[in-house]
């Protein structure tokens, strides 16, 4: 009875992430390929899409997931963070870029990671993660870490997870095991949390249940989360649904004209899980009952509250309200199927003709508190909360005290914004009744005190523990808490009884969109909207998850339709600039932005965004005022300057970065964050006395730390000791034998001439080591190339392709070629090229090689082929113009042999094949 109360709640259950980027035909290509795991293919249309638009930032994102998700963390870090800098959403990046730099034991930059524009959930997830880190740098604080994410998220079983784990770690074992006690209630199929279930069995010497936890895990279908949950529901309701549906079976047999027992079981065939058998029921029975002559419904009326819920419940809604409206005409004093019939015109969105069929009542209006209810929840539905005042103040006297009215006037002060006012009016009411415990509880919702919501949801159901509202109410409360897989279960089941529960479907398609599961979400938005084509929270829903999938014009659209619905929703606004900004329309996203900063001048969200257009406008010194701005508000705040000089740095005001990141280290002087970004920051500027200055307090608090190693070494190399630099990037890998950035500095070094004794011995040290990474024997690799000792760049190069999915696979492989093509082995040279075409095939490089390779092996037409096709890729290569010049003479086409080494000649002064080439050109010379 209480469903249309509760119409208002679903703008506030879920939350937005959102993506804001350019689709190009390679990246569409390559999402396709990553959503079928293809993650090869999706790898090279990346590579595609990258080289035309090195800056395309879905590109960039996608591209870091493919490379983690293919075990080159090393290579997503540096994608994920050039993706970052270039401004791409943390949201979309943050669990897998935390998980690559935990693979590569970074945990140094785990811990400095910010908080900046990430949601509550990934906050969350970020502070277990960092959690772990201090754990595994043996520094205190992982308990804060904890306490911290399991305050944001407190009921996400990956970190319920890993706070086990570390309990487990310490020898709490008991309190490990509650732990995943409260994650396997919230998700019994989370195999993360079956794998430490399995391992605390083993602890415990439960050899048994350890085998069959294990086995259970790998039996889990990660497509179908929640089928263990489902056969529990089973198993508990098991004898109440055989007795309930022998009963109906026994009935029917007797009666097969007993419409209602078969309603009955329809009913129960559903909530046994059997939908179809339960559609089937129910269309039968539609049939049925459409063979009955009206005559004998004249007699028998109540028939017609049977196929109306029949027809409805099949989705039928058009049907239903015939045959509820056929009924009223025949018994139209009936309050009753009245309400029945409002409530079905509201479900399908229309209100007015709810309102019409309710106020014909006109005399019941002032006594019958429930119909006061349903009229004033339809006012405040259609925004017109003023017409519920209006009524409330005709009704009886003795009605103006009774709780349920007292309810209606508090969602009236809400609807005016004044919600604080509105609790405590609640709060006051000695006799409390369940309208207004629910009205409690959304007020509670919408002013933050989730803790109050639940503890009000939970006291509803404890008297009615499968209302379907009540259970609604408890999902709502549940998503605003992030706790998603627990809303998730709760409105399945619901769903279950009352499939057409609007607003539970509706939470439901907001909890897929928060998952991420943007076509189940889509799907369920837009059957609701067909149900109800205006609704503003559907209207904006579907326009973020059309903004998720990079569907910009979509979204604008939808947007478009709920705003003129609802003028002043802030969020769909704020999300329609980021949509002009998607499509470059920056004029247009700085107008909607400025038209919200006239309410407040100084929001701190408004302003960070604005100075983001003003970037993308190039309009500095606009940049420039809105950073001084949020620099006012935020100086006295180490944390919050922190990410302002990560912003301001990202929009290339690097001097007021250094500004901020100053200030802030002025607050904190000793912290270890703040000193690295001021130490990088300092260096970047060729500030080195300030650079010194941070480095040498580094040094002194954080000795054995591979960051500073690596800001010593950048430090020495700015003052020109490269020999110094080179030992402290040996410092570094040292401390840590998988820091790419120091394991490349040293190479490039080792490239320059610096110490290249001892980085043969360091490197082929590791490269002997069975974890050594791949980019190790590279680099040796192509050291030993650069040096003429092929035997030995051969080997290396040969130890990384054991690595089959390193992310440079195809540069080894054309490297592997050119070698073979300088021992004059061209069959084998062939061979390794069109392996790394295979994989690259527009690698204008690989295409040189083969096509030389070619040339020489006597294919000389084909070789010529492939070389202008390299040419064509990259025209700034006289090499290849030489290659090019003498397939063009050996195929005795000598005018164009001559045009072409002419051509390569004046396009550099020196290039390796330029002593060739000038010897060919005498020769062709001498021949004509």
Known sequence: MFRSVLAFVSLVFFTLQLVASEINEDYEKAIKAFNSEQFDASYIHLKNSLDNEPNHLPSKVLMGKVLALSLYYSEAIIEFEEALLAGADPNLIIEFYVNSLVVQREFDKILSLSKERLSVRNIALLNSFKANAVQALDKPGADEYFDSALKGWPNNPSILNAYARYLISNNQLSAAQAQLDKALSIDAAHSETLRTQALLYKLSDNKQLYIETLEKTIEIDSEQPFVLRDLITAYLSENDVKKSRELLEKLLANNKQDFMASLLLSYIDSLSGETDSSSKRLQVLVNDLSLIDNAIIDKASGL????????????????????????????????????????????????????????????????????????????????????????????????????????????????????????????????????????????????????????????????????????????????????????????????????????????????????????????????????????????????????????FELSINQLEIALQQQADFRQARILQIENYQALNQFSKALSEVNVLLRENFLDEELLKLRATIYYQLSEFENVVKDLNTLFSIHQDSPEDLYTLAALQWRLNEKEAAFKSVSSALKLKPTDFYLLRLHAQYSLALDKLSEATSSISVLSELFEDNPDVALLRGDLALLQNDAVKASRYYDTAIKINKYFEQALYKRYNLAMRGIEETHFVSSFEKLASQSDTTTSVNHYLADYYLSRGATTKAKSYYSLALRDTRYFKRASILNNLSYVYQLEKDFEQSVTYARNALALEPNNSATLDTLGWSLVNMGEVQEGLDLLRQSYSLNTSNPNTMYHIAFALKELDRKKEAKQTLEGALAKSESFKNRESALNLLDLLNDQS
């Open 304 to 551: 017609l509250y049977v196929n109306g819920l029949a027809n409805f419940a099949l989705g039928n809604n058009e049907k239903a309200k015939t045959e509820l409206a056929k009924y009223l005409t025949y018994q139209p004093n009936n309050l009753k199927a009245a309400k029945i019939l409002a409530d079905l015109y509201a479900r399908t969105g229309n209100t007015n003709a709810a309102l019409s069929t309710l106020l014909a009542f006109s005399e019941r209006l002032k006594s019958d508190i429930d119909l006061i209810s349903r009229v004033c929840a339809l006012y405040f539905e259609s925004k017109s909360h003023i017409k519920c005042n209006r009524l409330l103040r005709g009704i009886d006297p003795a009605l103006q005290q009774a709780p349920l009215i007292l309810s209606l006037r508090a969602q009236s002060l809400s609807a005016q914004g004044k919600d604080r006012e509105a609790l405590t009016l609640l709060q006051n009411i000695t006799q409390t009744s369940n309208t207004t415990q629910i009205t409690k509880a959304l007020l509670a919702i919408q002013t933050g005190q989730l803790q109050l919501a639940e503890t009000t949801s939970n006291q509803l159901l404890e008297q009615s523990p499968t209302n379907s509202d009540y259970l609604n109410l408890k999902a709502g409360i549940l998503i605003k808490q992030g706790r998603f897989a627990e809303a998730e279960n709760l409105l399945k089941k619901l769903l279950n009884t009352s499939p057409q529960h609007y607003e539970a479907r509706f939470n439901l398609a907001s909890v897929y969109f928060n998952q991420g599961k943007l076509e189940q979400a889509k799907q369920l938005a837009q059957v609701l909207q067909q149900e109800k084509e205006l609704q503003v929270n559907v209207l904006y829903l579907l326009g973020a998850i059309a903004h998720s999938a990079q569907e």
